[in-house]
């Protein structure tokens, strides 16, 4: 057993023994650095509660590597702090281990939706369940609800900087998980505590003309696999960014072609059947045998349909509206149209363009709300309650019907 200051020089160059060896420090009592026969260096501070006839413990703050001499000592000294006050570092760090566990944003959050949003915001409980899902909890994980701070809620409400009513909405929810965590004595102050709540988003009614949308479907086919796809594939579907750039192998069934989005992706929280018309299929035909192990009959089982690496869905959406845009710009250019007719348009308006497009074909405006997995309106409140029909004949007609119209349009 050695003594002297403990330095990054020093502890590199302890040699491992037969046995546990150890170099204490003569700068701060109890803090010492122990080195194993196999020549792991691990820094701890050794301590009595209760005075010098009190058994002698040892408290293990971490490898050397992951901790340097500097940040070691310190932590030695708050340790220190703490047993002068008569508190037990090691029941301390019990305390604390238990907090990461019960007040890790992941798990607080869930008890946060079963215990306040289940019973308290039963109208919009989907929404906001599914926001903290899809957006809050992939964040923040498991971190504790004690150390987000404001800058990491700006930092979230940034990434959401492109879709304006779900950074409102999400802030909402957010807001609220931490009045209730505040309410319950879990934390002392909210970092949400006088923060200004995004702005309302607009109010949008795009639709695009069939002429627009033929671009669109048009300069979709230069980008071609993934992000042409993609856009195709909104047009056809309707569905939401997140829930195509998301969509998995796994949930198709190609035999039925049908589409089921599992519930954890949906905007609302239910699981939606959408039927592929046949233009729907042949876009995933089409991507399953761009691989020599898929040009079989059977399609992939996993992984992700639009997707540029294998590893995860498409993103980068602003990119590719971006490139979108250019490649609609010079298609129009060629053809000498008023380019000024083309108005801004966004990924969603071809959700609204599709839905308007039933409405023309004369599409019952429950089969649309059924193919547009809404709650609202003639599917919400007590008329949802009684009303079972799932309209899955008639989802399937109106697509194909929609599918049979893009067709037209691009003769």
């Known amino acids: 057993m050695a003594t002297g200051l403990i330095t990054k020089q020093r502890v590199d160059a302890l040699r491992p023994g037969p046995k546990d060896d150890f170099l204490w420090d003569t700068g701060l009592k109890g803090f010492g650095v122990k080195i194993t026969p196999k020549g792991n260096r691990t820094y701890l501070y050794q301590y009595r509660m209760g005075g010098r006839g009190a058994k002698v413990r040892r408290y293990t703050i971490g490898l050397h590597g992951v901790w340097t001499p500097d940040a070691a000592r310190k932590e ?15 029941t301390e760090k019990s305390r604390k281990q238990r907090e990461e566990v019960e007040l890790g944003f992941s798990a607080y959050a869930e008890r946060f939706i079963d215990e306040y949003l289940r019973s308290e915001w039963q109208g919009g409980f989907e929404l906001a369940a599914g926001l903290l899902r899809r957006v809050a909890i992939p964040t923040f994980r498991h971190r504790p609800i004690t150390a987000i701070t ?51 988003p607009a109010s949008r009614d795009r639709v695009l ?3 627009e949308l033929k671009w669109v ?24 960014r997140e829930e195509v750039s998301q969509l998995e192998w796994s949930e198709i069934d190609q035999k039925s072609a049908l589409w089921t989005i599992p519930a954890k992706r949906t905007k609302n929280g239910l699981a939606h059947d959408v039927p592929l018309s046949n233009g729907a299929m042949k876009i995933l035909a089409a991507i399953a045998t ?54 801004p348009w966004r990924f969603h308006d071809l959700r609204r363009t599709l839905a308007t497009g039933l409405q023309r074909l004369d599409i019952r405006f429950e089969v649309t709300e059924a193919i547009l997995n809404h709650r609202s309106g003639l599917r919400g409140g007590v008329a949802g309650v009684y009303q079972r029909h799932n309209w899955a004949e008639e989802k399937r007609t109106a697509l194909e019907k929609w599918n049979n119209k893009i067709d037209d349009m691009l003769k």
Not at 157 to 170: C, G, I, V
Not at 226 to 240: N, S, W
């Open 150 to 200: 404001r800058a990491d809620i700006s930092a979230l409400m940034d990434k959401l900087a492109d879709r304006p009513a779900a950074r409102r909405n999400t802030f909402t929810v957010v807001r609220r998980l931490f009045r209730w965590a505040v309410n319950r004595g879990d934390i002392q102050l909210s970092p949400l505590q006088e923060m200004e709540p995004p702005p309302a």
């Open 76 to 90: 030695a000294r708050r340790i220190a702090q703490l047993v002068d006050q008569g508190v037990d570092p090691a």
């Open 217 to 240: 479907w048009l300069a979709a086919d230069t980008l071609g696999y993934p992000f042409g796809d993609f856009v195709k594939f909104l047009i056809l579907t309707g569905q939401r």
């Open 290 to 343: 761009r691989s020599s192990e898929t040009k079989a009959a059977a399609w992939p089982r996993n992984g992700f349909a639009f997707t540029a690496n294998g590893k995860k869905g498409v993103t980068g959406y602003s990119v590719a509206k971006r490139q979108l845009d250019e490649r609609i710009s010079a298609e129009i250019g060629k053809e000498n149209h008023n380019l000024s007719a083309f108005q």
């Open 209 to 211: 003309s069939d002429d």
